[in-house]
């Protein structure tokens, strides 16, 4: 079963605009994590918070964390073309040393 | 320096047949994680091998075993395959100690 949920499942969006996803989850973590996914190929890391931090930044990444909440957000600024991907939160629960739950993905895709 | 790299890269198999998958990890790390990512979902987690011991386990089937090896490559067995073990099978590396998972390119798995 999925950890978590982003939304929305799917955007479209133009180059430059800001791109924005979410991610609920259910668990005590350790952290919190965002991979990219180009075209069911590998998935590439992009950035990592941990339970204790509010927000991270990283290049146009910007990532949030409310643990009270039990939820995350991706922004995405000045959107390129080359961002089109599918992008998915992993956590890394307490309870669990090794394991990282996927949710099910945000499809985002950025026209020229 | 060589990333997470995994063998083959497509497989086409029948109902019942057995199938092994190949993964090295990214140079220096020690720890190697399996998921299994079915079309339009997030990827499961398998297992995970450290020190050539399988260290945490998934909601997968004893169809589904592994090995590590003393240069820290890992395979993925899967016995009696069935339609529905159709996937992208994608193996990550770490570092024991470390928060992120690094992913290989994937071997996507047909079951016919």
């Known amino acids: 079963s999925q950890q978590g949920e982003e939304d929305p499942q799917a955007l479209s969006i133009q180059e430059g605009e800001n791109a924005t996803m979410n991610c609920s989850y259910k668990t005590s973590i350790n952290n919190l994590q965002w991979y990219r996914q180009n075209s069911g190929r590998g998935l590439v890391h992009l950035i990592l918070i941990r339970s204790n931090e509010r927000e991270k930044h990283s290049g146009r990444l910007r990532v949030t964390l409310d643990t009270s909440k039990k939820s995350s957000s991706l922004l995405i600024t000045a959107s390129r073309a080359a961002d089109t991907a599918s992008y998915f939160c992993?956590?890394?629960?307490?309870?669990?040393?090794?394991?990282?739950?996927f949710g099910a993905g945000t499809q985002v895709v950025v026209t020229p | 320096d060589a990333g997470v790299t995994q063998s083959p890269t497509h497989l086409i198999k029948t109902r019942g047949q057995q199938v092994t998958l190949r993964c090295s990890p990214k140079s220096g790390h020690d720890t190697v994680s399996w998921y299994q990512q079915a079309l339009g979902q997030g990827p499961q987690f398998i297992f995970q091998y450290y020190e050539e011991e399988e260290r945490q386990r998934g909601n997968f089937p004893d169809r589904f075993s592994g090995h590590q090896f003393p240069n820290y490559s890992s395979e993925l067995n899967v016995n009696a395959l069935l339609l529905g073990d159709s996937a992208l099978y994608l193996c990550?590396?770490?570092?024991?100690?470390?928060?992120?998972?690094?992913f290989g390119p994937g071997t996507r798995l047909l079951v016919l």
């Open positions: 992993a956590t890394r629960s307490t309870d669990s040393w090794g394991k990282l739950q």
């Open positions: 990550a590396s770490s570092l024991d100690s470390g928060e992120t998972q690094y």
